[in-house]
């Protein structure tokens, strides 16, 4: 039995005929109670609250689809899908909503083998929480997984429908605020492929050039010898999509990330000669100088990632029918 001070909604709608209720005439207790129930049960349906669809064709080629929502599952990163955060209406009495998203992620580890993973999340008023790298296990992240197929190619370029319910909004407001974000598996072992870019996948810092000296952070590997613009091979920066490589500075001796991870942009030449580069600029907020000398007095080490790519055809957020009580 409902307590008088909660919310009482019914579990089903129209239990009361409609000639038992007379405008302008007096109602026994009971009835009027139905009445205040059957109102409320609509107050607290769900439904949905946000629905967007991009281009989902599949010409299998990548550059040609017009007004595609896609590209590269940053490493490490949580970046932002819709330009929230967005203000969607729902009914005052929902706390929940369920996300549900048609997505399609590519890629595999480096010379085959394991599927990768990447990780969507929807922020709300109620969740809270910081866009920790590693915080993957949250109530409001999703994993999807990989198919091992490059976007567009192929016969395995299969969609995926990824649903997260339970997700908390503010009960007894008329609008909530939503954010979606994407991210790729900071966990994975998907190194660049050496085969194809030449030079090496991980090795040992020499230097960091700060961004105050020139555009762009850069980094030295004296022994490193990635394929240059004339060398005729692919080149990171260039022929990956620009922004399908990252580098991750890790402490040599625990593996753990001493610094946020950054989108390649280029290779240069400092010390090389030939074809090769030895060095790569890279995107990412400027490294402190106290920190460029740790890291290089310390001898830290460097991953270069291949980076997933993703596309969405559709997202939606539906809000949950609302507690019954009574």
Do not use: C
Request: without cysteine; hydrophobic residues 40%.
């Amino acid at each position: 039995m409902a307590r008088i001070s909660e919310i009482h909604i019914a579990s089903k709608y129209g239990a009361v005929d409609s000639a038992a209720v007379v405008d302008g005439e007096a109602g026994n207790a009971h009835l009027l109670r139905e009445v205040v129930r059957n109102s409320n049960r609509l107050a607290v349906r769900g439904g949905p609250l946000f629905v967007q669809g991009w281009d989902a064709s599949t010409d299998g080629s990548e550059a040609n689809v017009k007004g595609a929502r896609g590209g590269y599952a940053p490493y490490g990163e949580w970046t932002p899908i819709l330009p929230g955060a967005l203000l969607v209406p729902k009914p005052p009495y929902v706390n929940k909503v369920t996300l549900r998203a048609l997505i399609h992620v590519s890629g595999t580890a480096a010379g085959g083998g394991n599927q990768l993973s990447s990780f969507l999340r929807l922020d709300t008023s109620m969740t809270e929480g910081s866009l920790n790298r590693f915080d993957t296990e949250r109530a409001n992240v999703v994993e999807v997984q990989s198919d091992g197929a490059t976007l567009g190619t192929g016969t395995n370029n299969g969609w995926q429908m990824v649903t997260l319910e339970d997700v908390p909004v503010r009960r007894g407001t008329d609008f909530e605020p939503i954010w979606l974000w994407l991210m790729g598996d900071p966990n994975t072992g998907a190194l660049m492929s050496t085969a194809t870019f030449g030079g090496r996948n991980t090795g040992t810092v020499n230097g960091i050039t700060p961004a105050a000296l020139f555009e762009t952070q850069i980094m030295y590997d004296s022994g490193a010898a990635w394929n240059g613009p004339a060398s005729g091979g692919s080149v990171l920066g260039v022929d990956d999509g620009f922004g399908g490589h990252v580098v991750e500075f890790v402490d040599s001796a625990s593996s753990l990330p001493v610094y946020t991870s950054g989108k390649i942009l280029s290779v240069e030449r400092l010390n090389s000669t030939g074809t090769t580069a030895d060095a790569i600029s890279f995107a990412a907020p400027d490294m402190p100088q106290t920190l460029v000398q740790q890291i290089i007095q310390t001898g830290a080490t460097y991953n270069i990632y291949s980076a997933l790519q993703y596309r969405l055809a559709s997202v939606a957020v539906y809000a949950q029918d609302a507690e019954v009580i009574g």
